[in-house]
């Protein structure tokens, strides 16, 4: 681009300098500045667009290991929940065969004094 900002400035000084000067070599560097400026906008949007594939695949692998995360912490709720139930009702039982215990050695020493 530089380049032809330098053709640009070579050609406009020979206009003024030169009357017999042909306008149509500003419009062949003008059809080059516009060749230019559409090579650089491809260029940009192919980076951009790279720039967006890669964060859409990026996002793609925090999403999977977020999932991953939430599979696992669901596995091991599931499995606390199912050790506390269990516990809970291995304490329920002896509860409740202490206090069955209890009635009964109340009972049998309310008969044995008589």
């Keep these: 681009m530089e380049d032809l900002f330098s053709q640009l400035s ?3 000084n020979e206009a003024l300098d030169n009357e017999d000067f042909d306008p149509s070599r500003i419009e062949e560097l003008l059809l080059l500045f516009e060749q230019e400026a559409r090579a650089s906008l491809a260029a940009a949007e192919e980076e951009h667009m790279k720039a967006a594939r890669e964060a859409e695949a990026t996002m793609r692998e925090a999403e999977a290991e977020l999932d991953s995360l ?3 912490s669901t596995q ?3 499995r606390t929940s199912s050790a506390l139930a269990d516990a809970v009702s291995n304490a329920s039982e002896r509860y409740m065969d202490a206090a069955l215990a209890s009635a009964m050695a109340t009972m049998n020493a309310a008969f044995a004094d008589r």
């Design 10 to 12: 070579i050609i406009a």
């Design 70 to 72: 939430l599979d696992s």
């Design 76 to 78: 091991e709720f599931l």
